[in-house]
């Protein structure tokens, strides 16, 4: 079967029994999914949620290049499918106001923001990564 982003392959994996498929965990939540429990690195079988998913970049290095993948994380905690939410935002704009309101947004994001991310099924970020994404952002201009 065929469906177009996470929500539409959450609604279609709703309406048919027995189906296999993959989303991002946040939407399996919205739509009253049921998940898999997987084995990890560890062998330990672990279920999505945030907690899992905070212990597979738990103690991961973000590159310089602020690039991380984790394809099998070694925590007997993690979840062995995670990824990053990916922000792309220019290093100028022309408007000094929207980068500063930039700036203000995704700081708010990278601080007071975290304490939201697990009511809507993501993973509170680690302070590290939440350090060097703060130290990036104010190279935006």
């Known amino acids: 079967m065929r469906a177009t982003g996470n929500e539409g392959v959450a609604g279609r994996l709703k309406q048919s029994i027995g189906s296999i498929g ?3 965990y946040e939407f399996a939540r919205k739509a009253g999914l049921r998940t898999a429990r997987i084995e ?3 062998g330990q079988f672990v279920g999505p949620d945030p907690k899992s998913a905070a212990a ?3 103690d991961v290095p973000l590159p310089d290049n602020l690039r991380l993948y984790v394809p099998d994380p070694s ?3 993690a979840y062995p499918v995670v ?3 990916w922000v792309l935002l220019y290093r100028h704009y022309d ?3 929207k980068s500063a309101e930039i ?8 601080n007071d923001g975290q304490q939201y991310a697990d009511g809507l099924g993501y993973a509170r970020l680690p302070a590290g990564i939440v350090r060097q994404s703060l130290a990036a952002l104010e190279r935006v201009q």
């Open 22 to 24: 993959y989303v991002g």
């Open 40 to 42: 990890n690195r560890a």
């Open 56 to 58: 597979a970049f738990a």
């Open 75 to 77: 925590g007997a905690d």
């Open 83 to 85: 990824t990053l939410t």
């Open 95 to 97: 408007d000094p106001r």
């Open 103 to 110: 700036r203000d947004l995704f700081r708010w994001c990278l």
